[in-house]
């Protein structure tokens, strides 16, 4: 066996980290027969913005689909909308792109316990995942719905 110094580095690297990407997708693929079976379906954005009359933006959602499953990154709606429905909708409309157009049928997301938890939960989500004290004092939660 040949002994070589190895340095760890800490610092941000895109080109790296896409590499890293890359390397751990392919090891990944190589191990796992459904993942290879799924490998030349891509990730796809899914974008929703909700603006005013002004064109400001009120409202949205940030998310991607990939492998029949849809994951909310971001939705927030702007306080002054708030208990109108209008993230009920945005929610309900990404819902319904991903069921359609994407032929997802589960969607996943993580909120924290001071965020939106009972809104998900009204929504039809159910909890499978609870992290406590992440970060310290706040519980993680994530919840995932069936769309078919």
């Not at 002994?3 to 392919?26: G, H, P, Q, S, T």
């Not at 990944?28 to 030349?40: D, E, K």
């Not at 891509?42 to 990939?66: I, K, S, Y």
Request: with cysteine.
């Amino acid at each position: 066996m040949v002994c070589r110094m190895i340095r760890i580095e800490a610092e941000v690297d895109n080109i790296r980290r896409e590499l890293l990407y890359k390397r751990l997708r392919d090891t990944n693929t190589a191990a796992s027969p459904i993942l290879r079976a799924l490998r030349p379906e891509r990730e796809q954005p899914l974008h929703l913005w909700a603006t005013d009359d002004d064109g400001t933006l009120v409202g949205g959602l940030v998310g991607r689909t990939w492998a029949t499953w849809m994951h909310v990154a971001y939705l927030w709606v702007e306080e002054s909308h708030r208990g109108a429905g209008l993230g009920s909708r945005l929610l309900a409309e990404a819902e319904h792109l991903a069921r359609t157009e994407r032929a997802c049928r589960r969607v996943r997301l993580e909120t924290w316990d001071f965020q939106a938890p009972d809104f998900y939960r009204k929504q039809g989500y159910e909890v499978v995942c609870t992290i406590p004290d992440y970060p310290p004092g706040i519980t993680e939660y994530t919840l995932v719905k069936r769309l078919d």
